[in-house]
Nanobody, 127 residues
Framework: QVQLVESGGGLVPAGGSLRLSCAAS????????MGWFRQAPGKEREFLAA????????YYADSVKGRFTISRDNAINTVYLQMNSLNAGDTAVYYC????????????????????WGQGTQVTVSS
């Protein structure tokens, strides 16, 4: 059974940092792109970042570019999201996802189907 498990969320003051982890089990994700999303109360799920299997290509939404960094360790099937300079607008539930149907479409702003999702981890930034 495929499973993605996020961890690392919590409460952080504005200006602080957090690193989220997403551990994949049940199959290898070394050959598929992985991504991070978030959803704040009353808002749609928002794409944040994606990384190709090799880790050499990364992509970011404008809202987090320069503050967030996505990376992966294929040896342990884990994807990370380093978040710096957090502000209250970053408060949301953060989700990791894997194996998009059309990564290009996602990067062009069109939501695509991702075949695997984690359960989410809450990030709360206090102002």
């Amino acid at each position: 059974q495929v499973q993605l498990v996020e961890s690392g969320g919590g409460l952080v003051p504005a200006g602080g940092s957090l690193r989220l982890s997403c551990a994949a089990s049940g199959r290898t994700f070394r050959s598929v792109p992985m991504g991070w999303f978030r959803q704040a109360p009353g808002k749609e799920r928002e794409f944040l970042a994606a990384i190709r299997w090799s880790g050499g290509n990364t992509y970011y939404a404008d809202s987090v570019k320069g503050r967030f960094t996505i990376s992966r360790d294929n040896a342990i099937n884990t994807v990370y999201l380093q978040m710096n300079s957090l502000n209250a607008g970053d408060t949301a539930v953060y989700y990791c996802a894997g194996d998009p149907l059309d990564l290009f479409a996602q990067l062009m702003g069109r939501m695509t189907r991702w075949n695997y999702w984690g359960q989410g981890t809450q990030v709360t930034v206090s102002s």
